[in-house]
């Protein structure tokens, strides 16, 4: 994923291992980096990226033992350039990140 088009960018720790989740506002993709390993969360060859008009989006994935929840939600005004989104990082039903921004 190119670095210039990443916007939003979340790093966090699960049992010990640093991780972080990242979206590119540009291509609409979104990965999530646990250790040296990297999950395709959302493609932005897959259609649907483009045309989605639900106002949240949940990522999930599991480490170790750890759910890990990502969730993404944007406001009614989502249709507005710029218009922030909201990410919150569970890590077994905890909160334990959150950002606002693209």
Excluded: K
Excluded at 47 to 63: A, H, I, K, Q, T
Excluded at 78 to 89: D, E
């Amino acid at each position: 994923m190119s670095v210039q088009g990443i916007r939003m960018r979340i790093r966090f720790d699960v049992a010990g291992t640093p991780c972080e989740f990242h979206r590119n506002t540009f291509l609409r993709s979104a990965e999530l980096r646990i250790g040296p390993d990297t999950f395709v969360l959302r493609r932005a060859v897959d259609p649907r990226v483009w045309f989605d008009l639900d106002g949240s989006r949940n990522w999930e994935r599991n480490f170790g033992g750890h759910a890990i929840r990502i969730e993404m939600t944007m406001p009614r005004t989502w249709w507005i350039v710029g218009s922030q989104r909201h990410y919150c990082v569970f890590i077994d039903g905890q909160p334990v990140a959150e950002e606002t921004g693209l």
